[in-house]
């Protein structure tokens, strides 16, 4: 296998790494601070053999990846918080009807407009979305350029085996960024058989992909097994890093570019005698809940870090479940907080009233 | 004894859901005639839409696709883009051609994908029970357009066979109706026609059916057909508006 380590920036390493990961169709839309992904793919996906298409919206290129999905076909979508929203409907159909996919969300400031800044307020869209009804997308959430291409380069094995969408959710800032790269070359497994997919019913009955179930206890035994998959997920592909002290009276929670912020205060607040430690969760839905709340339960606190008003932190507080206050870090509005803002809050918070004294016993 | 008629092989045993009188089960048997005829069954996807054709994956006795409301042209691309060497349809209401999907309608005419779409428009929301459609005529009654259809406040009906026929992708475009013998007929013509535009891989293809809708519009069904005659047909003429052999609108 060969490995090959270049600059790139993120939104290509993430083009690149869907392409090593057997990406056969691109469908897309310009919407900013993803543009260089139907960008690249225009150009490397077509010289790949793999088809591009920009489609008149986000809704038609959802739906485009519905019917290639339905077609036995690896394909792929990515926008950002506006254009996922309007895909949510498309999304929910690709859950119904049990269909692989990748959906990539380069995330800017909202609500509405907003900005093309980068930020965290698509967390909710991300981990409660998949649009209407019972069934989520499983989410991942890269924090280097790195983790972008590895994580697309799996994302279709992981959809096949779940039949069920996958979302990257990266920002603006992951986008954008240059970083080193290792190029680990396409994946050697082939592509499962899709013994579901409707390519034309020769020699074999006819097969219909379909999401409506119109008896309701129909449907019930079908979300029930929607439920059942996410839970094996949960025991085979959920994904988390840890930095920091080994017996943290701090814990902090946090994904992605705001992680990386973290780390850096992670370690400023360490040496100014604060043992906090990191949990960066890389799979979002399923959140590592159960290690959050093992930690939790020797901490005296629980600090969730993102760049939102506060989205991430219902999870955290889930997960912690009374084992600790939570507090929350939130810069909402495509605002990039600095490393030396997140280690004084870190530290004012541990020195705070609300914490309980407990920092130089250890 | 001879067999002088019989169910498509195209179309499986499941019943029809429909309303009594009804036109799309008229349709549905010549879209089924078509595979047939053309011994495509083997190798055809079709695309059914949100509305009263909802169930038609039950119907056709093919690969069948279930897509959200308007968007069909764009899962019809989907596929087509994965195995160009199949045939693909689409069947299609006019909420979902002309409202919501009004969009991927055109640009999937534009880019001359080698699809083949089934538009029955019968000039309402059949399977909401009866609003105004973007092919409602004027003066014609709905659920929401209760005084009847009124330009000012309502707007005005598009004709989709004219609009699709400004652009350079499509490769057969045709309107009929099914309310007699003979129209029906001609649809077969027109529907074996869009078909093999695909197989030749000619461009869009695209027949619209006025067809006619019972229960919605409040009559018999008898005379919903002559409705149909004496009101559609004036407004959205019958004939080939691009391809065929010259059976010009109107005529």
Redesign the interface.
């Known amino acids: 296998m060969s490995v090959e380590k270049v600059l790139m920036k993120g939104n290509e390493a993430l083009c690149q790494g869907a392409i090593d990961g057997g990406c056969?169709?691109f469908?897309g839309y310009p919407i900013t601070p993803q543009n260089e992904i139907p960008e690249y793919m225009s150009v490397h996906l077509r010289a790949a053999g793999g088809?591009f298409?920009q489609?008149?919206?986000e809704?038609?290129?959802i739906?485009?990846?519905?019917?290639?999905?339905?077609?036995?076909?690896r394909?792929m979508t990515s926008s950002s918080g506006p254009g996922i929203a309007l895909k949510q409907?498309?999304l929910s159909?690709l859950i119904g009807?049990e269909l692989p996919c990748l959906v990539v969300n380069i995330v800017r400031g909202g609500p509405g407009l907003g900005n093309i800044a980068a930020s965290q307020q698509d967390y909710f869209l991300a981990t409660r979305g998949g649009g209407h009804g019972d069934g989520r997308p499983l989410v991942y959430a890269p924090a280097s350029v790195q983790e972008l291409y590895d994580i697309a380069r799996n994302a279709f094995g992981v959809s096949e085996r779940y039949r069920n969408p996958v979302m990257i959710l990266g920002d603006g800032i992951l986008g954008q960024m240059m970083e080193p790269l290792e190029l680990r070359g396409p994946l050697q497994e082939p592509m499962p058989e899709k013994s579901w997919a409707?390519?034309?019913?020769?020699?074999r009955p006819?097969?219909?992909?379909?999401?409506?179930h119109i008896v309701p206890s129909e449907n019930e035994t079908f979300c029930r097994r929607l439920a059942q998959k996410y839970a094996e997920a949960g025991e085979k592909e959920m994904a988390w890093e840890e930095f920091g002290a080994d017996a943290p009276e701090l814990v902090i929670v946090a994904y992605g570019t705001m992680a990386r912020i973290c780390r850096s205060a992670v370690t400023t607040a360490i040496h100014e005698g604060v043992q906090a430690r990191l949990l960066r969760p890389i799979t979002l839905f399923p959140f590592p809940s159960a290690r959050l709340a093992e930690l939790a339960a020797d901490a005296n606190a629980v600090l969730a870090a993102e760049m939102s008003s506060g989205q991430l932190v219902d999870d955290v507080r889930i997960a912690v479940g009374g084992r600790a206050p939570v507090d929350l870090y939130g810069r909402p509005g495509g605002v990039t907080p600095s490393p030396e803002e997140v280690s004084e809050y870190i530290v004012s918070l541990c020195r705070s009233k609300s914490v309980r004294a407990g920092s130089e016993a250890q | 004894m001879e067999v002088v008629y019989e169910r498509p092989k195209a179309l499986t045993d499941a019943p029809f859901t429909y309303c009594p009188g009804c036109t799309h089960g008229i349709i549905h048997r010549l879209v089924a005639e078509a595979i047939d005829e053309l011994d495509i069954r083997e190798r055809t996807i079709g695309i059914c839409p949100v509305g009263c054709s909802v169930f038609a994956y039950q119907n056709w006795d093919c690969d069948m696709i279930q897509a959200s409301h308007g968007r069909a042209p764009a899962v019809a691309t989907g596929v087509k883009r994965s195995l160009p060497g199949r045939v693909v349809f689409t069947y299609q209401g006019d909420g979902d051609l002309l409202a919501i999907g009004t969009a991927e309608t055109i640009h999937a005419a534009t880019r001359g994908e080698n699809i083949t779409v089934i538009f029955v428009n019968n000039g309402v929301y059949g399977m909401t029970r009866g609003q105004i459609a973007p092919t409602t005529i004027p003066g014609q009654r709905t659920t929401t357009c209760p005084t009847g259809r009124s330009p000012d406040l309502d707007g005005n009906p598009i004709r989709a066979c004219e609009l699709l026929s400004s652009l350079e992708g499509p490769g057969y475009i045709a309107r009929v109706a099914v309310s007699r013998p003979r129209y029906v007929r001609q649809a077969r013509r027109a529907i074996l026609k869009a078909f093999q535009t695909q197989l030749d891989e000619g461009g869009f293809s695209l027949v619209e059916v006025l067809s006619s809708c019972p229960s919605c519009w409040g009559m018999a069904p008898a005379d919903a057909l002559e409705w149909l005659e004496q009101n559609m047909i004036p407004y959205y003429p019958l004939g080939e508006f691009v391809g065929g052999n010259g059976e010009k609108p109107g005529g």
């Not at chain 1, 739906?63 to 076909?73: K, R």
């Open positions: 056969t169709h469908f088809v298409l489609a008149e919206s809704i038609a290129a739906n485009m990846v519905f019917g290639a999905a339905a077609a036995g076909a394909s409907e498309g159909y009807a409707v390519t034309g019913a020769k020699g006819r097969r219909v992909i379909n999401s409506l």
